[in-house]
């Protein structure tokens, strides 16, 4: 089966300019989350969706971060205006089952994002 | 709130030898366990799954054991090779926060 598709994977803006991240999650998988990885941690969630509906957002920057997830399917992670602590590498996950983690996440390559 | 430790952060190991990576967790009411394995510049690979009702999983030379009273589960390598070389984290799902907690990861170096 395909695996977990990311694009860019690399991006390198300025402060207070925007990015957008996009994932196209494994065909069937009903939860999709987005994930912050800093250098030298591990992920920390930011959201995560059933379906098309918001589950879980608490850790969301909400006053720069911003996500959807289309039908569903696809989702776009947005960053508007960035600042150097976004630097990281921003990861994609999707998995089959409705009920959180009781079935293995598969990740994407994730996007770098540098925030000069 | 769920804290997960990992120890050692990093490891250098010659080929052939057995391995055992620890990650710790401070809230024993989990839904389950996970070890994922990341190489450089990649995402994460989900390497094996415990339940909380389980004690243990295998998969190759991979053996993960989970004692959830004591907060502690292990990662079994056996004969490591250098293609092990990566970031080993383990993640726990707890019933309070419903979250993938993850630990920060040992870097495990197998040289030949």
């Known amino acids: ?116 | 709130k769920q804290e997960v430790t990992q120890i050692p952060a990093a490891l250098s190991v010659p080929e052939g030898e057995n391995l055992v990576l620890n990650c710790s967790f401070t809230d024993s009411a989990i839904y389950n366990l996970q070890w994922f394995r990341q190489d450089p510049g990649k995402g994460l690979t989900s390497l094996l799954l415990i339940q909380s009702s389980q004690r243990e999983q295998t998969s190759g030379r991979l053996n993960a054991s989970l004692d959830k009273s004591s907060g502690r589960s292990t990662l079994y390598i056996a004969a490591s090779q250098p293609g092990d070389s990566a970031t080993y984290l383990c993640a726990v799902s707890s019933y309070n926060t419903d979250k993938l907690i993850f630990g920060t990861g040992t870097r495990l170096q197998v040289f030949p």
């Open chain 1, 1 to 116: 089966e395909a695996g977990v598709a990311q694009s860019p994977r690399y991006k390198i803006i300025e402060k207070r300019q925007s990015v957008a991240f996009w994932c196209n999650p494994i065909s069937g998988h009903a939860t999709l989350y987005w994930y912050q990885q800093i250098l030298g941690q591990g992920p920390k969630l930011l959201i995560q969706f059933q379906n098309n509906g918001v589950v879980d957002d608490s850790q969301l920057p909400k006053d720069r971060f911003s996500a959807e997830r289309l039908k569903g399917v696809d989702s776009t992670l947005k960053i508007q205006p960035a600042k150097l602590e976004d630097s990281a590498v921003y990861l994609c996950a999707s998995s089959l089952d409705v009920f959180s983690y009781n079935s293995p996440l598969h990740f994407g390559n994730g996007t770098r994002l540098t925030v000069t």
